[in-house]
C-alpha cells in the first residue's frame, strides 16, 4: 500500500510538472478600467484645456521619467480627441485653460512561485525507504513573472485655481491590466481604456 501510494503521488508530481507558464500577451485584451469624479464638479463650466505632449513614466529614473516618444504621443492625442469630442477646445498653457490634463504610466513586474504539491510535507516521506542509495529529488516547483500596466490620466480644475493657485482634481481614469511583450499591443490596450474612461464618463463636455 505505501509503495502504490507513493507511485500516486509520483503521477502527481509528473502531471504537476506539465504546468505551462501563463501566456501573458493573451491573458487580458483590455485594461481594467475605473474612474473618478468630483461630483460637485459642472463640467459644461469649463470650454478650454491643455494637455502636455509628454507622458510621465512614475517608476522611471532619469531620462526614462518622462516619454516623448512616437507611443507616448499616441496616448496623448487619444485624450486630444475626447476632449475635442465633446466639446472642448486645446489651448497652450500661456493661454490660460480652464482644465488641465496629465497623463502618467506605472509598469510593475510580479513574481510568482508555484510550489510543487511535495511542497511543506517533507516530513511524511522517509527518504531511506527506497535504500541509502536511492536518489532523493526535491518537488517540482515553477517560479515565473509577468508585467502589468497601469495608465493614470488626472483632470484639473484650473479656472478656479485663484490667486493661490490651489489646483483641485476633479476627473480621473485609471487602467489597470497584464501587459504582454508587444509594445504596440500594450498602447493600443492603453489607447482601448482612456476611450472607455471617457465612454463611462458622459458627464465630461462642454455643453
Same mark, same amino acid.
Given at each position: 500500500?505505501?509503495?502504490?501510494?507513493?507511485?500516486?503521488?509520483?503521477?502527481?508530481?509528473?502531471? *504537476?510538472?506539465?504546468?505551462?507558464?501563463?501566456?501573458?500577451?493573451?491573458?487580458?485584451?483590455?485594461?481594467?478600467?475605473?474612474? %473618478?469624479?468630483?461630483?460637485?464638479?459642472?463640467?459644461?463650466?469649463?470650454?478650454?484645456?491643455?494637455?502636455?505632449?509628454?507622458?510621465?513614466?512614475? #517608476?522611471?529614473? !532619469?531620462?526614462?521619467?518622462?516619454?516623448?516618444?512616437? %507611443?507616448?504621443?499616441?496616448?496623448?492625442?487619444?485624450?486630444?480627441?475626447?476632449?475635442?469630442?465633446?466639446?472642448?477646445?486645446?489651448? *497652450?498653457?500661456?493661454?490660460?485653460?480652464?482644465? !488641465?490634463?496629465?497623463? !502618467?504610466?506605472?509598469?510593475?513586474?510580479?513574481?510568482?512561485?508555484?510550489?510543487?504539491?511535495?511542497?511543506?510535507?517533507?516530513?511524511?516521506?522517509?527518504?531511506?525507504?527506497? #535504500?541509502? +542509495?536511492?536518489?532523493?529529488?526535491?518537488?517540482? *516547483?515553477?517560479? +515565473? *513573472?509577468?508585467?502589468? #500596466?497601469?495608465?493614470?490620466? %488626472?483632470?484639473?480644475?484650473?479656472?478656479?485655481?485663484?490667486?493661490?493657485?490651489?489646483?483641485?482634481?476633479?476627473?480621473? %481614469?485609471?487602467?489597470?491590466?497584464?501587459?504582454?511583450?508587444?509594445?504596440?499591443?500594450?498602447?493600443?490596450? #492603453?489607447?482601448?481604456?482612456?476611450?472607455?474612461?471617457?465612454?463611462?464618463?458622459?458627464?465630461?463636455?462642454?455643453?
Amino acid at each position: 500500500m505505501r509503495k502504490l501510494t507513493f507511485l500516486s503521488l509520483l503521477f502527481g508530481l509528473v502531471f *504537476s510538472s506539465c504546468r505551462k507558464t501563463p501566456n501573458f500577451d493573451e491573458l487580458s485584451s483590455d485594461f481594467v478600467v475605473t474612474t %473618478n469624479r468630483d461630483k460637485a464638479a459642472d463640467f459644461t463650466e469649463y470650454k478650454t484645456y491643455y494637455i502636455a505632449d509628454t507622458v510621465a513614466n512614475l #517608476g522611471g529614473t !532619469g531620462d526614462d521619467s518622462i516619454l516623448t516618444d512616437a %507611443n507616448a504621443q499616441t496616448l496623448v492625442q487619444t485624450v486630444k480627441d475626447n476632449m475635442n469630442a465633446r466639446g472642448y477646445t486645446f489651448v *497652450s498653457k500661456d493661454q490660460h485653460p480652464d482644465l !488641465g490634463l496629465q497623463i !502618467g504610466i506605472v509598469k510593475v513586474t510580479t513574481t510568482v512561485y508555484y510550489p510543487g504539491w511535495w511542497d511543506g510535507y517533507y516530513g511524511w516521506y522517509d527518504p531511506w525507504y527506497w #535504500g541509502w +542509495y536511492y536518489p532523493y529529488y526535491y518537488p517540482y *516547483s515553477t517560479v +515565473y *513573472s509577468y508585467n502589468t #500596466g497601469t495608465v493614470i490620466l %488626472n483632470m484639473y480644475d484650473l479656472k478656479n485655481a485663484g490667486t493661490e493657485h490651489q489646483i483641485t482634481g476633479i476627473w480621473n %481614469n485609471i487602467d489597470f491590466g497584464a501587459i504582454g511583450s508587444s509594445l504596440s499591443t500594450n498602447v493600443q490596450r #492603453g489607447v482601448n481604456a482612456i476611450n472607455q474612461g471617457f465612454a463611462q464618463s458622459t458627464y465630461i463636455k462642454a455643453n
